[in-house]
C-alpha cells in the first residue's frame, strides 16, 4: 500500500517538462466534481421549480400556431406553458368538433365555433361527471334564469342531487334588475353551469382558464372569488382574515400549485386554499369537482338546514382538516360554527314571522321588492345572515360580529320599527 501511495505521488508531481497523466486525471477529478455537483443541486430546487414546464422545449408549431402567434400571440404563449402542451396535446385535440357540436370551416380545418364541457369530457370524465352532481353546475344558471334553459333529463339529473334547486322560476330580483344586469353580472358567475347546444353542461375555463387549462389557476383563492365575494357570500373575504388566509398570503411562493391532484402532499400545499378544503385528494384522499361533498349545512339559505348528507359531508371535511389539526380542535371549531347557525336562525326565524304578519294582514302587497321592508328582510338575511354563518365555518371573526351579528341586531331593530310604522299607516 506505501508502494501505491508513493508512486501515485510521484505520477503527480509536477515536472518542468510536464506530465500529461498529471493533468488528465486533474481534469477528470474536477469534472466528476462538477457533474456531481450540479446533481446534488437540481435535486435540491423545489418541486414548484421542477413542476414548470421548460419553455425551450414546449414551442407551438403548426399552422394554428403559425397565424395565432401573428393575430393573437398571448393563446399561443399561454397554451406553451401549459400542461396540455408538456403532454403533447395539440390545439385540434380540444377544438375538433364532438358530438352535436356545429364543425365551421376555419382556414382548412374544421374546428367547433365553441368549445365547452363537452370537449374536456372526452378526456375529463370523471371529472366531468363529478361536476355535474354540484351546485356548480345546473342550480347555477338555474338560480337566475329557471329551468326553461335545460332538457328534461338535466332537470332530472340535477333534482336528484339538489331538489328544487333547477325545477324552478326565473329569479324575480333578477328580471327586476333587468337583461342588462343578467348579462354582464348574474350571467358572470351563474354561467358556470349554463346549458350549451350540445346537451352538455358548463364551462371548465371558468376556473382553469381557456389556453393555459391551468390546475395551479383553479387553486388560486382569487379564481374561486371572482364569484365568491361580496356582501351576499363574501367568502374570498373572509379567506384573506382567516389565519388561513394570512398564511397562504405569507408562504404562498413557496407551493407546488401544479402538481397532479392525485398527487397532491402536505409538502407541496402545506395552507389550504379554498381548493384544498373543497376539492382536492390532499396526502391520497379522494379528489373530486362536486363541491358540495364536503359540505353539511345549506349556509346559503335564509334559514339554514342540515343537507341530505349531513353526516358524510361533515366526516369527508373533518378527513381534510385531520392533514392539519387534531380531531378534538376540528370538533371544538365545527361545534362552535354551528352554534353560529342555529343562533342566526332564531334571528332570521323572528324577522321573518314579522314580515308574514305583515303579508297575512294584507299590509304589503304580493308583488316582491316593491316596498322598503322587503328590501331591509332581504339584505338581514341575504347579507348579514350569510355572512355571519359562512364567517363562523372560515374562521373570520370580523364577517361572524361586525359584519354579521351587529348588523342582524341593528336590522332587527329598524325591522321592528318600519313595521310598526306600517301597522300605523305611516
Not at 191 to 208: E, T
Request: net charge negative; aromatic share 8%.
Amino acid at each position: 500500500m506505501r508502494s501505491f501511495w508513493k508512486e501515485w505521488k510521484q505520477t503527480l508531481q509536477f515536472k518542468a517538462d510536464g506530465t500529461s497523466f498529471a493533468y488528465i486525471f486533474v481534469a477528470v477529478l474536477l469534472g466528476t466534481a462538477l457533474v456531481t455537483g450540479a446533481y446534488i443541486l437540481h435535486n435540491l430546487r423545489p418541486d414548484a421549480e421542477l413542476g414548470q414546464p421548460d419553455e425551450k422545449f414546449i414551442t407551438a408549431s403548426g399552422k394554428c400556431a403559425e397565424c395565432h402567434r401573428q393575430e393573437t400571440p398571448a393563446i399561443v404563449d399561454q397554451f406553451e406553458h401549459s400542461t396540455h402542451a408538456l403532454q403533447a396535446v395539440t390545439c385540434l385535440d380540444c377544438h375538433q368538433p364532438v358530438e352535436n357540436q356545429n364543425a365551421n370551416d376555419h382556414r382548412g380545418f374544421e374546428i367547433t365555433d365553441r368549445v365547452t364541457a363537452a370537449n374536456c369530457s372526452s378526456c375529463h370524465e370523471n371529472q366531468y361527471t363529478q361536476y355535474l352532481r354540484s351546485r356548480h353546475a345546473a342550480p347555477a344558471w338555474a338560480a337566475v334564469r329557471g329551468s326553461a334553459d335545460f332538457t328534461p333529463e338535466q332537470i332530472a339529473h340535477a333534482e336528484k342531487y339538489h331538489p328544487g334547486a333547477v325545477q324552478r322560476e326565473p329569479n324575480q330580483l333578477a328580471r327586476m334588475e333587468g337583461s342588462a344586469a343578467i348579462a354582464s353580472g348574474c350571467s358572470g358567475c351563474h354561467s358556470v353551469g349554463r346549458p350549451n347546444a350540445d346537451g352538455s353542461i358548463g364551462d371548465c375555463s371558468h376556473c382553469h382558464t381557456r389556453h393555459d387549462a391551468s390546475i395551479a389557476m383553479a387553486r388560486e383563492p382569487e379564481t374561486c372569488g371572482q364569484c365568491h365575494m361580496g356582501p351576499d357570500h363574501s367568502q374570498l373575504e373572509i379567506f384573506h382574515e382567516s389565519r388561513h388566509g394570512a398564511l397562504w398570503n405569507a408562504h404562498k411562493d413557496r407551493m407546488n400549485l401544479s402538481v397532479n391532484p392525485d398527487d397532491l402532499t402536505t409538502r407541496d400545499m402545506p395552507i389550504p386554499s379554498c381548493a384544498t378544503c373543497h376539492m382536492s385528494g390532499l396526502e391520497g384522499q379522494k379528489v373530486t369537482h362536486d363541491v358540495t361533498e364536503r359540505l353539511s349545512w345549506f349556509l346559503f339559505a335564509a334559514v339554514s338546514t342540515k343537507r341530505e348528507h349531513y353526516d358524510r359531508g361533515q366526516a369527508n371535511m373533518k378527513e381534510l382538516c385531520g392533514s392539519c389539526h387534531s380531531s378534538s380542535h376540528t370538533d371544538a371549531f365545527y361545534e362552535q360554527a354551528e352554534a353560529v347557525v342555529l343562533n342566526t336562525n332564531e334571528r332570521v326565524q323572528e324577522a321573518r314571522q314579522i314580515m308574514d304578519g305583515l303579508y297575512r294582514d294584507g299590509l304589503l302587497t304580493a308583488q316582491p321588492f316593491d316596498e322598503e321592508i322587503e328590501f331591509l328582510y332581504f339584505d338581514y338575511w341575504h347579507y348579514y345572515g350569510r355572512t355571519a354563518k359562512h364567517g363562523a365555518f372560515m374562521g373570520g371573526a370580523d364577517f361572524v360580529q361586525w359584519h354579521g351579528n351587529y348588523e342582524l341586531l341593528h336590522g332587527l331593530v329598524q325591522l321592528k320599527a318600519r313595521a310598526r310604522a306600517i301597522r300605523q299607516g305611516r
